[in-house]
């Protein structure tokens, strides 16, 4: 599938620029996509490869096997395209930088959405862990009684962690994930932890 900023024929167009740069095999031009793109898309084989046969075929671009390898490379007719293209291809590079930002926007406010509720999430079973406390009969140990809510927060983590997991990979299958956003990840989980810390006067 192909973002929104392809429109009929960018993506076309786009294959042309970057075979321009130097010829490319297929698995070369996805991850060259894939840079342009933060990280944030990554086309699939079956996106590209009906592309290449139809540049091919119009005499913009030739193939060579090189070993298991088919390098594509530009023709002249492919770069007078793209000269008679300029415009439109530098609209759509344009295109390209507001979507890598918007889409690394949607997966920021999701984590930090997530960190919203974990932390709920803890205060709601700190909450429940106090209620169930207070009707238990006398004489639990301050012991017993931690380890008890130690197993009510672990039980809260794993549920967070399950379903942040599951959202990670829904991001990830998209290819929305990049090493950025590991890193922010990292600084607002240790955050995160130094608050919860702070919440026991360390």
Do not use: C, W
Request: aromatic share 6%; charged share 30%.
């Amino acid at each position: 599938m192909t973002p929104p900023v392809f429109s009929h024929g960018s993506l076309r167009l786009y294959l042309l620029s970057l075979l321009d740069e130097s010829p490319k095999h297929g698995y070369e031009l996805i991850q060259a996509l894939e840079q342009r793109f933060g990280g944030t898309y990554s086309p699939s084989a079956g996106t590209i490869y009906p592309r290449l046969a139809k540049l091919e075929e119009e005499g913009l671009v030739t193939k060579t096997s090189q070993g298991r390898k088919t390098v594509y490379e530009i023709t002249e007719a492919g770069r007078a395209e793209l000269r008679s293209r300029h415009d439109e291809l530098r609209d759509i590079e344009a295109e390209v930088t507001d979507s890598v930002r918007r889409l690394a926007d949607e997966v920021r406010v999701g984590v930090k959405q997530a960190l919203t509720s974990l932390r709920a999430e803890l205060a709601s079973a700190a909450r429940e862990s106090q209620a169930k406390e207070s009707v238990r009969p006398p004489g639990n140990d301050p012991q017993t009684q931690a380890r008890f809510a130690l197993r009510e927060a672990e039980l809260a983590l794993t549920e967070f962690r399950q379903q942040l997991r599951s959202d990670l990979r829904v991001h990830a299958a998209r290819g929305q994930l990049t090493d950025g956003f590991v890193q922010r990840l990292r600084a607002d989980l240790a955050r995160l932890r130094a608050d919860i810390l702070e919440s026991f006067g360390r």
